[in-house]
């Protein structure tokens, strides 16, 4: 995979982390990652126009960590890339509007990068990196995707979530156990000393061999709280529920990479990749199977610019730039060529 030759800042403020990062090649310079998360606990989710507030106020002290972080200053950096799709429209425009700033100012190219190929490139940080072609499973609050990575910057979507995302049925289970959100790290804990064969939850297999439904199991889970009252075992909860999950994604996520020809192995990407159970039955399917498996590091699961900065140096290797007409999109298909941006 060819990679940008200098130093690329990334930007990203999708949702709610305001977070700035420097990249040389591979090597990551800064990270840095202002979470929102406190606030938005207060409403149990993520409330737009707060959020695009409060990476207004965050976006230039975040940018000066990095850059200290780093031990560089502005002038040498060498391109831009930033989150522009999909995401909250408030919460993008921030990112969006700063990152042109600086391309203009410093005169360097600047990339609009899609959020799930930020994800999708994150399996590079990992001490394995994945090899061409590979499957990838993103997993997050807002995404289930299965994704043939034919090579860099190349993808086609096999399948995804009909309804919840797995993050999001994470959080959405955590909540009914009184976890604070977003509950998927919380319920990984609880689970540690729960039995996860103490509760019969469903594991819904859509008809498509490549997609998958969360929205019965939260349905499942509330009518099992509300069965077995307060006195329920909430350590035997999460763990069952967790196992709910988790077995549906390795049964298809090896399913995909078992049939998708020459797959060098499964990459797993994206917030709910942090969760222990997950990286290690899916480590350990594919090393029953003869397959490569990668994964990164916890702070390049969940979201963060170091990700953003890789696929728009990724891109920009590649040949592609983007003018100052930039624009943000709610919702936007993955590209499927790295010659493709914005869609
Ligand atoms: O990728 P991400 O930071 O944001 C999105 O793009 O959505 O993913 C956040 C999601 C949340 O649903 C959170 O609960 C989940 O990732 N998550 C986890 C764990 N850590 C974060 N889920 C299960 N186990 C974890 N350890
Ligand atoms: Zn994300």
């Not at 319920?187 to 469903?202: S, V």
């Not at 077995?228 to 529920?241: E, F, L, M, N, V």
């Not at 399913?255 to 990749?273: I, K, M, S, Y």
Request: hydrophobic residues 45%; glycine residues 10%.
């Amino acid at each position: 995979m060819k990679l940008f030759d200098g130093l690329v800042l990334g930007i990203e403020t999708s949702c709610d982390e305001t977070s700035v990062a420097v990249l040389d090649g591979l090597t990551v310079r800064a990270n840095v990652v202002a979470s929102q998360i406190e606030m938005h606990q207060e409403w149990g989710g993520v409330v737009p126009e707060a959020a695009a507030r409060a990476h207004v106020e965050s976006i230039l002290p975040t940018l000066q960590t990095a850059l200290d972080q780093a031990g560089i200053t502005l002038p040498d950096v060498g391109a831009i890339g930033v989150t522009n799709r999909p995401g909250l429209v408030g919460a993008l425009s921030v990112g969006v509007t700063c990152a042109k700033g600086l391309a203009a100012l410093l005169e360097r190219p600047l990339i609009g990068v899609h959020h799930l190929e930020g994800h999708l490139v994150s399996a590079h940080f990992a001490a394995t990196r994945p090899e061409f072609p590979h499957v990838a499973l993103i997993v997050s609050g807002g995404h289930t995707e299965l994704v043939y990575v034919q090579g860099p910057g190349e993808y086609e979507m096999l399948g995804e979530t009909i309804d919840d995302a797995a993050g999001e049925a994470f959080d959405k289970c955590a909540r009914l156990l009184g976890i604070p959100y977003p509950g998927g790290k919380g319920l990984q804990e609880l689970a540690r000393t729960g039995n996860p064969k103490a509760f019969d939850l469903p594991r819904s297999l859509p008809k498509d061999p490549f997609n998958f439904s969360f929205s019965g199991l939260k349905t499942a889970a509330f009518r099992m709280i509300e069965r077995t009252g307060a006195g329920i075992d909430r350590a035997d909860a999460a763990a069952s529920i967790q196992a709910a999950i988790v077995d549906v994604l390795v049964k298809k996520a090896m399913r995909a990479v078992r049939e998708v020809p020459e797959a060098w192995g499964l990459a797993l990407v994206g917030g709910v990749a942090a969760n222990e159970s997950l990286r290690t039955q899916l480590a350990e399917a594919c090393a029953r199977s003869g397959l490569g498996f990668a994964t990164p590091p916890f702070e390049f699961c969940t979201d963060n610019a170091a990700m953003i900065a890789l696929a728009g140096s990724m891109r920009l290797a590649y040949g592609a730039t983007d003018d100052p007409s930039l624009d943000v999109f709610p919702n936007a298909a993955l590209p499927s060529s790295v010659h493709q941006n914005q869609g």
